[in-house]
């Protein structure tokens, strides 16, 4: 079946960086809607960096500027780079493949998605 792994979390300083990956198995990332979203501990689920098919980009404010999602299509991995890391930035990130669309960044909607386990990141101050 379609398998998602995260991986890159980890604990650093705030203005630090890590670059978090999503290994696709048996889906190829380049044909759907891609996305990284972020859990802060007794908060909702919220989408932080869309990547349509096509290669356009979304970002949450939160993070514009600062976070980076790319896409590799030889290896079949999806990227986030996060630059300039803040405490509110902490959380457990999931990566998260579109199963019904694709294009622009725009038409994305995960209402129905493959998703990681899941990786932890902690930003201290």
């Known amino acids: 079946q379609v398998q998602l792994v995260e991986s890159g979390g980890a604990s650093v300083q705030a203005g630090g960086s890590l670059r978090l990956s999503c290994v696709a198995s048996?889906?190829?990332?380049?044909?759907?809607?891609l996305a990284w979203f972020h859990q802060a501990p007794g908060k909702e689920r919220g989408r932080v960096a869309t990547l349509g098919s096509d290669g356009t980009t979304s970002y949450s404010d939160s993070v514009k500027g600062r976070f980076t999602i790319s896409r590799d299509d030889t290896e079949n991995i999806l990227y986030l780079e996060m630059n300039s890391l803040k405490p509110e930035d902490s959380g457990t990130y999931y990566c998260?493949?579109?199963?019904?669309?694709?294009?622009?960044?725009?038409?994305?909607?995960?209402?129905?998605?493959?998703w990681g386990q899941g990786t932890q990141v902690t930003v201290s101050s």
């Open positions: 048996r889906y190829t990332l380049r044909t759907k809607c």
């Open positions: 998260a493949a579109d199963r019904q669309y694709d294009g622009s960044w725009w038409a994305c909607r995960f209402d129905v998605s493959y």
